[in-house]
T-cell receptor, first 114, second 111 residues
Framework: AQSVTQLDSQVPVFEEAPVELRCNYSSSVSVYLFWYVQYPNQGLQLLLKYLSGSTLVKGINGFEAEFNKSQTSFHLRKPSVHISDTAEYFCAVSPKAAGNKLTFGGGTRVLVKP | NAGVTQTPKFQVLKTGQSMTLQCAQD?????MYWYRQDPGMGLRLIYYSASEGTTDKGEVPNGYNVSRLNKREFSLRLESAAPSQTSVYFC??????????FGPGTRLTVL
């Protein structure tokens, strides 16, 4: 079984400041890793994914994440946030052998202040 | 191209009532999923269908049933609603393991 821990439930940040959202996972098998974003009153959409290869992954809207296998982490970063980045962000994993089943973390609410 | 659609958007039920949540996708995806979202718990998989004609239990299947009506449609049924089923329900679909596409959600309240 897999589990995902997002260490911060809420992150307030000022506009144009950097932000980092932390994600740690636990799994006995190799996994794929994902970050999804949920804007208010909407469904989730994929920000980025790590499947293999380079551990630094770039996604949409200027976000990037780094896979650290030894620390079982997949932290999300953005160097300069905008008001429009206010949303909830979810880290998720799926086992490579059964990739259709996602396990989500509890989510991190990002509130960007002017 | 509407993607994944869900009906209804909102629903209020009394304890013991039944209802069916509808989901349809127009992306010709093989796999479809039902999740529930509760504060602080992220999304939890209720049931999924890897392909037309197959369904499997996810993490929290108790109290729910599903039907994969055809390749496009995947419904979720609550036979006897309970207050613990108050949640936001999301349907999703995918064709590869790399990305799931989500609907806008159904906000369900059980009194």
């Amino acid at each position: 079984a897999q589990s995902v821990t997002q260490l911060d439930s809420q992150v307030p940040v000022f506009e144009e400041a950097p932000v980092e959202l932390r994600c740690n996972y636990s799994s006995s098998v190799s996994v794929y890793l994902f970050w999804y974003v949920q804007y208010p009153n909407q469904g989730l959409q994929l920000l980025l994914k790590y499947l293999s290869g380079s551990t630094l992954v770039k996604g949409i809207n200027g976000f990037e994440a780094e896979f650290n296998k030894s620390q079982t982490s997949f932290h999300l970063r953005k160097p300069s946030v905008h008001i429009s980045d206010t949303a909830e962000y979810f880290c998720a994993v799926s086992p490579k052998a059964a990739g259709n089943k996602l396990t989500f973390g509890g989510g991190t609410r990002v509130l960007v202040k002017p | 191209n509407a993607g994944v659609t869900q009906t209804p958007k909102f629903q209020v039920l009394k304890t013991g009532q039944s209802m069916t949540l509808q989901c349809a996708q127009d992306m010709n995806h093989n796999s479809m999923y039902w999740y529930r979202q509760d504060p602080g718990m992220g999304l939890r998989l209720i049931y999924y269908s890897a392909s037309e004609g197959t369904t499997d239990k996810g993490e929290v299947p108790n109290g729910y049933n599903v039907s994969r009506l055809n390749k496009r449609e995947f419904s979720l049924r609550l036979e006897s609603a309970a207050p613990s089923q108050t949640s936001v329900y999301f349907c999703a679909s995918s064709d590869f393991i790399y990305e799931q596409f989500f609907g806008p959600g159904t906000r369900l309240t059980v009194l």
